[in-house]
Antibody, heavy 121, light 106 residues
Framework: EAQLVESGGGLVQPGGSLKLSCAASGFTFSLSGLHWVRQASGKGLEWVGR??????????AYIASVNGRFTISRDDSKSTAYLQMNSLKTEDTAVYYC????????????WGQGTMVTVSS | SYDLTQPPSVSVSPGQTASITCSGNELGYKYVSWYHQKPGQSPILVIYHDNKRPSGIPERFSASNSGNTATLTISGTQAVDEADYYCQVWDNSSWVFGGGTKMTVL
């Protein structure tokens, strides 16, 4: 069964850093793009960014509000992707999901369970 | 950036047909996906490429997309279908979600 498992969430002060991990199993991780999507409490889903496969040069893309602060990377040997978050702001507080697209490139068919990130002093 | 608009809420009686709309500029030229999400759970893909169902999604879920509006239709709605529903498109190297619709089955 295809699965994604996030870890690394927690409480961090504004201006601090946090690194999330997303461990994949049950599908060919190295061939798949990996995305991060967040959801603030009581709010909707917001795509954060993605990293493509080696075939696509590990290209990354981000929403404007995190560009320059967040970095997505991956280690295909460990079937794991990462979200490095720096200069965190209170508005970054959310549940962070990793998700992937194994059916088509524009729809997320596998999601992790999410990890909570709270930015507060 | 591209905007997708959904009604905040819809309600439907059990066994009836529910329709949830998603509006965007020239949306019919884009592929629309739909997800449902129950409280405390991760989203689940129920429709991709406008009207295709992933394996395991019941046939009562269908969808269409034309002009500026995409519509998710749930036939014979069941209590288990009560959830938040989100539409989503890919646009200019970004993945965009609608604001979500809370569907109540009562």
């Amino acid at each position: 069964e295809a699965q994604l498992v996030e870890s690394g969430g927690g409480l961090v002060q504004p201006g601090g850093s946090l690194k999330l991990s997303c461990a994949a199993s049950g599908f060919t991780f190295s061939l798949s793009g990996l995305h991060w999507v967040r959801q603030a409490s009581g709010k909707g889903l917001e795509w954060v960014g993605r990293i493509r496969s080696k075939t696509n040069d590990y290209a990354t893309a981000y929403i404007a509000s995190v560009n320059g602060r967040f970095t997505i990377s991956r280690d295909d040997s460990k079937s794991t992707a990462y979200l490095q978050m720096n200069s965190l702001k209170t508005e970054d507080t959310a549940v962070y999901y990793c998700a992937t697209t194994t059916i088509v490139d524009d729809a997320f068919d596998i999601w992790g369970q999410g990890t909570m990130v709270t930015v507060s002093s | 950036s591209y905007d997708l608009t959904q009604p905040p809420s819809v309600s439907v009686s059990p066994g009836q047909t529910a329709s949830i709309t998603c509006s965007g500029n020239e949306l019919g030229y884009k592929y629309v996906s739909w997800y449902h999400q129950k409280p405390g759970q991760s989203p689940i893909l129920v429709i991709y490429h406008d009207n295709k169902r992933p394996s395991g999604i019941p046939e009562r879920f269908s969808a269409s997309n034309s002009g500026n509006t995409a519509t998710l239709t749930i036939s014979g709605t069941q209590a288990v279908d009560e959830a938040d529903y989100y539409c989503q498109v890919w646009d200019n190297s970004s993945w965009v979600f609608g604001g979500g619709t809370k569907m109540t089955v009562l």
